[in-house]
């Protein structure tokens, strides 16, 4: 077990200044590169059976550029509102902070309900699951994954938030608050190679 | 459902298992209850976050797992002995061939690999812990409760019987039904997750824990290892994550990932299993290399020839590693294209492997040879895992493959290098490192016995495999005909086999003999050993080192002795004694095992109203230690005094 | 790539680092231009993107590989700037990340290789 290095110096972020969070951040961006690759190993399985559709509808027949620019615009200002939190983290602005953690939520609610909307409109109106083709097996489950780590997020985020109102700022909830910005944020990048090489590219290529 | 569909029932040797099950279980129950001991487990092991009994618990399993695994090899070997013999049928036999596999790779080797490095990798950096002490207790836990799951299907359900590779359409639905491959599925998957866990553990333990003056440069060749070893998982297991829930999801949910129908893509689930599959061997094989690396010094007493290409060699090896994969399926179709480039990528990896026998050899070459049992592990490997490495070469030829592809020809070259690279290694650290875990020698005159008979059963079982494979015999054939020329060697390769597990029964032995008579490891440095794994006492106190050292280069303590010698080296003043801060102990990782387990339990039989309370009890452990902002413990100066004193007894 | 990771694990190793020369205490009693700067340039590098997709009338190829090219830009603003990617230990992170991706791209691109086997009619 590390001895904690107390760091005192006020240049430094909270969130940095004993070596066990040190430690869980490093550990969190190195568990970071490991949903990278695992998320890529979904992207490789949808665009090698993107096109095989089956007798089901290929994915220019299916998305549509609306529903998909307005999860886009969520997600990226939630990325943005997450930005904005751990900024008042750093100033100890606890009031400030949560107003802005409390948008990134909504927001990602929002993101989720028009997901959960389009996948509605998927399966209940056109009558397609991922029982139909593999393109749409490799859909589902690569979006849905996506959406899974969204809404474990805000779970996790609602956990912290409890604990932010319980114990103020701390080292280590100072660190919480950091590492689920961290998350957040590369669910956006995730979503950002989504939007460019599921929709984007399903709808034009 | 019938009783008998989740029961197995009708073949007299599972009938031998229910009752060595039961027995079994009723035995420990009573051994427990009769030296009271329950408490004892419960407060020292179960909870324990401490890496040296992590470690230790991991070995235990796959010594288990070992006997397991190898009885599976043992059934084989005599099910083939000779021609159209009726020890197994066809299904039977299937299912041994694919437990056999899995179970030693993923429960046997893995864990005993990444139990010595619990055990060892945080004493030799100057460590008191790992980074993420709990962390490695989910690790532990899930990956005896993976291995349960799995093993369980023997008498609950049926095995999977698709072989360890699982191909599609073979593995689906339509052509496995039942519950069987579903266990390989959550099981793995399960242990999967402890696996990855594991990696990251290790990968920041080393980059932030070692000891002040002790640069990457400076580290110990097996910590160097165990650093690009946990590189490698941290970048391969997430593909298994991904390969196995597709697979489950095609089996479960009707998804057409590799189905046959409605476009699914079968190859693709060989593409994924080996694009994790091919990084998973160098996974078990790294840990190896850095494991002879130590004990040829030490018994050589000579420092490692070529540290820095040791380590760049590991490098390439492990960069390598992850663009040879389609080498495992050369004759599926890909292409004259696709062959090429991975012919040529894997043919390139053995070039950083040569270069490593080469600096073995030289670490030896006018070194003082002690031959300990450790010693002959080692170097026994050189020639054998050579032999298995030439024969990769000679694979790696994309269309020379066609010929020699699922023959025994392939059989025995990933026995060779498996087994004389991972097993020898893993029974050559068994051997070293006991002392240190264990506070007793193993006896070394059981363990030469066990090793001449099992290296020598090796190569009398797997050398003639080679040219059966030559001559056309395929892999995971039930039985063959008389006539073809295979009978004679067949024969030989079954007494190899029996060979090894005698071998094996002479090793368990001397591990309870060693315990009752063994020699007391009384300084803590059996072997006069270069790293600071010795330096402690033997088995070392929970906190591994009353005072953390300085390194100023590698092999310090080595150093260290010769400059002060063996009593000042050792000595700790008691003006730099320090509180020393250790981490809680906690149940919640068992538990949350237990959850899983329960989860994986449910959907392999697609009872959603077990897996999903299991998955519940899993978040719900993991919303406890969200909450937990207990940290640990401080150890006093008196109290490190007192342990101190009693340890260094001499 | 996979021997600049490692390089860059050996030129700064072990000892504890915090970007001391950034002051970032300093920076948050002012509001922080940079994140908005940042979020603007997602919007427009994601405008962009649909512009190329939709509008553009650009060969297949060409598309896609401005739309990747775009994200991957995307993706790196948003780690350094909102990530931090090169705080703590920063030179590990980063070399961290560009091995995960390389390996990504590997996975992907290899995937997609291997199995076009017969599918030449594209």
Same mark, same amino acid.
């Given at each position: 077990m590390a001895e904690?290095?107390?760091?005192?110096?006020?240049?430094?972020?909270?969130?940095?200044?004993?070596?066990?969070?040190?430690?869980?951040?490093?550990?969190?961006?190195?568990?970071?590169?490991?949903?990278?690759?695992?998320?890529?190993?979904?992207?490789?399985?949808?665009?090698?059976?993107?096109?095989?559709?089956?007798?089901?509808?290929?994915?220019?027949?299916?998305?549509?550029?609306?529903?998909?620019?307005?999860?886009?615009?969520?997600?990226?200002?939630?990325?943005?509102?997450?930005?904005?939190?751990?900024?008042?983290?750093?100033?100890?602005?606890?009031?400030?902070?949560?107003?802005?953690?409390?948008?990134?939520?909504?927001?990602?609610?929002?993101?989720?309900?028009?997901?959960?909307y389009e996948f509605h409109e998927y399966i209940a109106l056109e009558g397609v699951s991922i029982k139909t083709s593999a393109f749409l097996s490799g859909f589902f489950v690569l979006v849905g994954t996506h959406g899974l780590h969204v809404t474990l997020g805000i779970g996790w985020l609602t956990l912290?938030?409890?604990?932010?109102?319980?114990?103020?700022?701390?080292?280590?909830?100072?660190?919480?608050?950091?590492?689920?910005?961290?998350?957040?944020?590369?669910?956006?990048?995730?979503?950002?190679?989504?939007?460019?090489?599921?929709?984007?590219?399903?709808?034009?290529? | 459902m019938k009783l008998d569909e989740f029961f197995v029932t009708g073949e007299p040797l599972i009938y031998g298992a229910y009752v060595s099950i039961?027995?079994?279980?009723?035995?420990?129950?009573?051994?427990?209850?009769?030296?009271?001991?329950?408490?004892?487990?419960?407060?020292?092991?179960?909870?324990?976050?401490?890496?040296?009994?992590?470690?230790?618990?991991?070995?235990?399993?796959?010594?288990?797992?070992?006997?397991?695994?190898?009885?599976?090899?043992?059934?084989?070997?005599?099910?083939?002995?000779?021609?159209?013999?009726?020890?197994?049928?066809?299904?039977?036999?299937?299912?041994?061939?694919?437990?056999?596999g899995t179970i030693m790779i993923l429960f046997m080797a893995m864990p005993f690999l990444i139990g010595l490095m619990n055990i060892v990798v945080p004493l030799q950096i100057g460590a008191r812990d790992v980074a993420f002490p709990f962390l490695n207790a989910i690790s532990f836990w899930s990956f005896f409760m993976g291995a349960m799951l799995f093993n369980i299907s023997f008498v609950i359900g049926g095995s999977p019987d698709a072989g360890w590779t699982a191909y599609m359409p073979l593995a689906g639905n339509e052509l496995s039904p039942g519950p069987?491959?579903?266990?390989?599925?959550?099981?793995?998957?399960?242990?999967?997750?402890?696996?990855?866990?594991? @990696?990251? !553990?290790?990968?920041?333990? &080393?980059?932030? *824990?070692?000891?002040?003056?002790? %640069?990457?440069? /400076?580290?110990?060749?097996?910590?160097?290892?165990?650093?690009?070893?946990?590189?490698?998982?941290?970048?391969?297991?997430?593909?298994?994550?991904?390969?196995?829930?597709?697979?489950?999801?095609?089996?479960?949910?009707?998804?057409?990932?590799?189905?046959?129908?409605?476009?699914?893509?079968?190859?693709?689930?060989?593409?994924?299993?080996?694009?994790?599959g091919h990084p998973e061997v160098y996974i078990v094989i790294l840990p190896a290399f850095g494991i002879f690396s130590e004990i040829i010094c030490t018994f050589a007493r000579k420092t490692l020839f070529g540290y820095k290409a040791m380590v760049f060699s590991m490098i390439a090896i492990a960069g390598l590693s992850f663009i040879v994969w389609v080498h495992h399926f050369?004759?599926?179709?890909?292409?004259? @294209?696709? !062959?090429?480039?991975?012919? &040529?990528?894997? *043919?390139?990896?053995?070039?950083? %492997?040569?270069? /490593?026998?080469?600096?073995?050899?030289?670490?030896?070459?006018?070194?003082?040879?002690?031959?300990?049992?450790?010693?002959?592990?080692?170097?026994?490997?050189?020639?054998?895992f050579v032999i298995g490495g030439i024969t990769g070469v000679m694979l790696a030829m994309a269309s020379a493959d066609y010929?020699?592809?699922?023959?025994?020809?392939?059989?025995?070259?990933?026995?060779?290098?498996?087994?004389?690279?991972?097993?020898?290694?893993?029974?050559?650290?068994?051997?070293?490192?006991?002392?240190?875990?264990?506070?007793?020698?193993?006896?070394?005159?059981?363990?030469?016995?066990?090793?001449?008979?099992?290296?020598?059963?090796?190569?009398v079982c797997f050398f003639p495999l080679y040219f059966v494979g030559l001559m056309g015999m395929a892999r995971r054939m039930y039985t063959y005909s008389p006539g073809l020329g295979w009978t004679g060697i067949n024969i030989v390769a079954t007494i190899g086999a029996f060979g090894m597990g005698l071998g094996f029964i002479v090793l368990v032995y001397s591990i309870y003999y060693s315990a009752r008579y063994g020699k007391r490891d009384v300084t803590g440095d059996p072997w006069d050993g270069r790293t600071f794994e010795w330096m402690i006492p033997s088995p070392p106190p929970h906190y591994n080192f009353a005072k953390i050292p300085q390194v100023s280069r590698l092999d310090e303590y080595w150093y260290l002795k010769k400059e002060k010698g063996f009593k000042e080296a050792r000595e700790v003043k008691e003006e730099e004694l320090k509180p020393i801060h250790m981490p809680n102990k906690s149940h919640v990782p068992a538990i949350m095992s237990v959850f899983f387990f329960i989860a994986g339990f449910g959907l392999v039989w697609e009872w959603y109203w077990m897996a999903i309370p299991g998955l519940i009890g899993v978040l719900a452990c993991m919303v406890i230690r969200s909450f937990d902002y207990n940290d640990g413990f401080y150890l006093s100066i008196e109290e490190v005094k007192e342990a101190h004193k009693v340890g260094e007894g001499n | 790539m996979v021997v600049y990771f490692y390089a860059s694990l050996l030129i700064r190793d072990g000892v504890v680092t915090v970007n001391e020369k950034e002051n970032i205490q300093e920076n948050h009693d002012r509001f922080p231009w940079k994140l908005v700067i940042g979020f603007v340039l997602s919007i427009v590098l994601t405008l962009l993107t649909l512009w190329v997709a939709f509008r553009s009338g650009f060969q297949d190829k060409m598309v896609l590989s401005l739309m990747l090219l775009l994200a991957f830009l995307q993706a790196g603003m948003q780690l350094v700037l909102f990530m931090h990617v090169r705080e703590g230990e920063g030179t590990v992170q980063v070399s961290n990340m560009v091995h995960a991706f390389f390996t990504a791209i590997i996975i992907v691109a290899g995937s997609v290789w291997v199995m076009s086997f017969g599918m030449h009619n594209h």
């Open positions: 904690s290095t107390h760091i005192h110096d006020k240049n430094v972020p909270l969130e940095y200044s004993k070596a066990e969070d040190r430690m869980t951040i490093l550990g969190f961006w190195v568990f970071l590169g490991a949903e990278v690759v695992l998320f890529s190993t979904l992207f490789a399985t949808y665009l090698v059976l993107h096109s095989r559709p089956a007798d089901g509808p290929t994915s220019a027949e299916l998305f549509k550029p609306e529903i998909v620019l307005i999860m886009t615009f969520l997600l990226l200002t939630s990325s943005f509102t997450g930005s904005m939190a751990i900024h008042y983290l750093r100033a100890q602005n606890m009031k400030k902070m949560i107003v802005w953690l409390l948008l990134t939520m909504l927001l990602g609610l929002g993101f989720l309900g028009c997901e959960i912290i938030l409890i604990q932010l109102k319980k114990r103020g700022f701390t080292p280590r909830t100072a660190r919480k608050v950091f590492v689920i910005g961290l998350y957040w944020h590369f669910l956006d990048i995730v979503w950002l190679f989504i939007f460019t090489l599921v929709y984007l590219s399903g709808m034009v290529l | 039961a027995v079994a279980t009723l035995g420990i129950i009573f051994v427990l209850t009769y030296f009271k001991k329950w408490k004892w487990l419960w407060t020292e092991w179960i909870p324990t976050v401490d890496h040296k009994k992590i470690g230790i618990m991991y070995i235990i399993a796959s010594l288990l797992m070992l006997f397991r695994g190898g009885i599976d090899g043992m059934l084989m070997r005599t099910q083939l002995a000779l021609p159209e013999l009726k020890v197994l049928s066809s299904s039977h036999y299937n299912e041994i061939f694919t437990t056999h069987g491959q579903n266990y390989y599925l959550l099981g793995l998957q399960l242990s999967g997750i402890g696996t990855l866990a594991t @990696g990251i !553990n290790f990968l920041v333990t &080393i980059l932030r *824990m070692r000891a002040p003056g002790m %640069t990457l440069m /400076k580290m110990p060749i097996f910590t160097w290892s165990t650093l690009i070893t946990s590189i490698i998982i941290v970048f391969a297991f997430p593909v298994l994550t991904v390969a196995l829930a597709l697979m489950t999801f095609d089996r479960l949910f009707g998804s057409h990932f590799f189905t046959l129908a409605n476009g699914g893509m079968p190859m693709m689930w060989a593409n994924l299993f080996w694009i994790w050369f004759t599926m179709g890909a292409g004259a @294209g696709v !062959n090429s480039f991975f012919s &040529i990528t894997t *043919m390139a990896i053995s070039v950083p %492997t040569g270069v /490593k026998i080469f600096n073995w050899l030289l670490t030896l070459y006018k070194g003082r040879i002690k031959m300990t049992v450790a010693m002959m592990w080692s170097l026994a490997f050189i020639p054998n010929q020699y592809h699922n023959t025994y020809f392939l059989v025995a070259h990933f026995h060779y290098v498996l087994v004389a690279g991972t097993v020898f290694a893993c029974f050559a650290g068994l051997y070293y490192w006991y002392p240190k875990a264990f506070g007793h020698m193993l006896n070394e005159r059981l363990g030469k016995i066990s090793f001449w008979l099992f290296m020598i059963g090796f190569n | -």
